[in-house]
Every structure is written in structure tokens, then in C-alpha cells.
């Protein structure tokens, strides 16, 4: 790869460092002007320390590990804390990342600041501040549990080790969980969708309701990928992901409820939209009103139909060939040929 390339990438990431500091070394906290942390591989602790601004004394996204010596920029950050090995993979990973809006942080609550409404957009940005990327944590033994090993670009996707359950009758129970960071068309925050596992990852947690939503959803989703003329749009995570492990290239927007699928709001620049419907009479009912709607706006709408109950349900029953199969034939040829062409 050119010199000048890399260097181009390393200089935009240097303008989102702390944007980068939190998705990639969430283990580490602010102090001043620097990211602090344990080392490049995400440890905690502090002798690591990342410079957020440009200065006299370097450029942002420069960082020193005072305890090793180590040094380097923000493309090494994303190598090692993803342990990631060809160069090439680095590049597509920062691409993506810098392609993806990344929302300012919302600033930490002040002590003595009453706790944010249960259930509401804020509680729910704040619940998304004290999660941390996927990459090695139980969400991804419980997604690996359902088929989906491909999760390129699933930064909305957080885990929280952690998290509050509060069932209708008893204490309130804490258990580890999968964060999906709900967003308006702006990649503003505005919700949470909780799904709480097991402490080994191998399944939901055994409590009465696994999963819960919170905050401001009408209109949004949770969005997977960088939409642009072409996404798809379906009501459960799991159901969008196992479809895009055969569109690895597709945008998807899970809009966690058939409800909330019949409402969701189109970008600006989108052209097609593929409706992923549930085999269900609420599935059948979001198809027919997201269809009306997006033919009212100039949208071609395609439903994608699954062969059991959802899109999950194929990728496990049939396997990853067959549910390609299946896809590729309800596809626009166009669409088969640009989106399934690394993937047949």
C-alpha cells in the first residue's frame, strides 16, 4: 500500500482520536489532553497514553506506552487491539470506521446529577457510554452460537458486562448483554436494545423477558454498515445479521419490532430498499405499510421472504450455501452481481 495512502489514513484518524480511543481502547478514560490506558492491546491501566489534539509536542493520534517504550499511531491501535495481522485488514477496518458516523460523546454525568429517567433516550445514551466493543467478549460466543461470524462494521453492536435487569416481581439481577446502540438518520443516539446472555455466551440469559428496548425508537434503527442507494431494513438483530453474512456489503437497519419497521425513516440518497419480513401476520402487516411508503417517495421496496421463520432460522437450519441460494434469487440481478460477488 503507498506511503502517502497510509499516512492519509492515519492523519483522519488522527481527527477522530478520541472517536477512535473509545470504540478501540474502551478500557482506557480522558485525562486532559491524552487517552490514557494500560497498553495498545486495550489493557487497563495507565501507562499508555494517547495524544487527542495536535500540539507542539505531536500530532493527535500519536501515543507513547511509558512502561514498554512502545509508540506508534492510531492504525497501530487498531491492529493490536483487534489483533489483526495483514496490513490490508487494518486499512479496510479504518476505513469503515471513519465512514461511519461517530456522534460526539455525551458528556459524563456530573456528581450529583440525578440518575436519567428509566427507559428514556438519555438512560439510554448513557447506558451505551459504559459499554465496550465486541471484539472478544461473550456477544461474540453467543452470535458465533447462532451462525453469524461475520460482524465487519458492527460498531453499534457494544457489550456491557454488567447490566441491570429488573424483572415484573423480585430484586433487580445483573447480567452480561449485548448493547445495540440505537441512532436517528444523523447517527445521533437515541435508543438501546438489550439482550442479555448467559455468563459463558452460550445462550440468552435464563430470566422471563432476555430482551428489552429503551428510549426514543420511532423512525430509528440500529444500523449495521453505511447505507447509500441500496439497504436492507428488518425487525430483529440476529435476523439482519445472519443476512448479511451472504450481503457482507449491504447496509442493514434492524428496527428491533414490526411496528417500529413500519416506521422507519429513509436516508436521503436511498433508491432500493429491501424489507426483510418475519414469517408472521405482524411481518406481513410492516411489509404492506413499509411498502406503500416507500413507493411514495420514489423507492423501489423488495421483500426479502425467508424459508422458515426468519432469516436466523435458514442460516441455522439450511446453512450459510442454501440461505445464499435463497437470497440471491429474490435479489435485483444488479444487486445480486455488486453484493454476493465476494460471497459466492
Known amino acids: 500500500m503507498a506511503r502517502q495512502h497510509v499516512s492519509d489514513l492515519a492523519h483522519r484518524l488522527g481527527r477522530q482520536a478520541e472517536a477512535v480511543c473509545r470504540y478501540y481502547l474502551s478500557n482506557g478514560q480522558r485525562q486532559g489532553n491524552y487517552w490514557q490506558v494500560g497498553d495498545v492491546r486495550n489493557t487497563k491501566g495507565r501507562s499508555m497514553f494517547v495524544r487527542l489534539k495536535d500540539s507542539p509536542k505531536g500530532r493527535a493520534g500519536k501515543w507513547t506506552d511509558a512502561a514498554t517504550g512502545e509508540h506508534g499511531d492510531l492504525l497501530d491501535v487498531i491492529r493490536e487491539s483487534l489483533g489483526l495481522i495483514d496490513f490490508a485488514d487494518v486499512a479496510d477496518?479504518?476505513?469503515?470506521?471513519?465512514?461511519?458516523?461517530?456522534?460526539?460523546?455525551?458528556?459524563?454525568?456530573?456528581?450529583?446529577?440525578?440518575?436519567?429517567?428509566?427507559?428514556?433516550?438519555?438512560?439510554?445514551?448513557?447506558?451505551?457510554?459504559?459499554?465496550?466493543?465486541?471484539?472478544?467478549?461473550?456477544?461474540?460466543?453467543?452470535?458465533?452460537?447462532?451462525?453469524?461470524?461475520?460482524?465487519?462494521?458492527?460498531?453499534?453492536?457494544?457489550?456491557?458486562?454488567?447490566?441491570?435487569?429488573?424483572?415484573?416481581?423480585?430484586?433487580?439481577?445483573?447480567?452480561?448483554?449485548?448493547?445495540?446502540a440505537v441512532t436517528d438518520l444523523t447517527g445521533k443516539f437515541t435508543g438501546a436494545h438489550r439482550t442479555w446472555l448467559a455468563p459463558d455466551g452460550s445462550h440468552k440469559a435464563p430470566i422471563d423477558t432476555p430482551r428489552k428496548a429503551m428510549g426514543d425508537l420511532l423512525g430509528n434503527a440500529v444500523r449495521i454498515g453505511v447505507p447509500g442507494s441500496v439497504m436492507a431494513a428488518g425487525e430483529g438483530i440476529e435476523t439482519m445479521l445472519s443476512l448479511r453474512q451472504v450481503l457482507p456489503d449491504m447496509a442493514m437497519a434492524p428496527a428491533l419490532s414490526a411496528a417500529h419497521l413500519a416506521a422507519i425513516l429513509f436516508p436521503p440518497n436511498l433508491r432500493r430498499l429491501y424489507i426483510v419480513r418475519d414469517d408472521d401476520p405482524a411481518g406481513d402487516g410492516a411489509r404492506d405499510i413499509l411498502i406503500e411508503r416507500a413507493n411514495a417517495e420514489g423507492i423501489e421496496a423488495i421483500p426479502l421472504s425467508p424459508a422458515f421463520g426468519d432469516f436466523n432460522e435458514d442460516l441455522r437450519q439450511l446453512g450459510i450455501d442454501a440461505l445464499r441460494a435463497s437470497v440471491r434469487v429474490q435479489l435485483a440481478p444488479e444487486d445480486a452481481l455488486r453484493f454476493m460477488s465476494l460471497a459466492a
Open 93 to 180: 477496518e479504518a476505513r469503515t470506521f471513519l465512514s461511519q458516523p461517530h456522534p460526539e460523546p455525551e458528556p459524563a454525568p456530573r456528581r450529583g446529577l440525578a440518575p436519567a429517567p428509566s427507559g428514556t433516550a438519555e438512560a439510554a445514551r448513557r447506558l451505551i457510554a459504559m459499554t465496550q466493543p465486541i471484539t472478544g467478549t461473550i456477544v461474540q460466543t453467543y452470535l458465533r452460537g447462532r451462525g453469524i461470524t461475520f460482524l465487519h462494521g458492527t460498531g453499534n453492536l457494544r457489550f456491557h458486562p454488567r447490566c441491570y435487569y429488573k424483572p415484573d416481581h423480585g430484586p433487580t439481577e445483573v447480567w452480561p448483554a449485548m448493547i445495540a
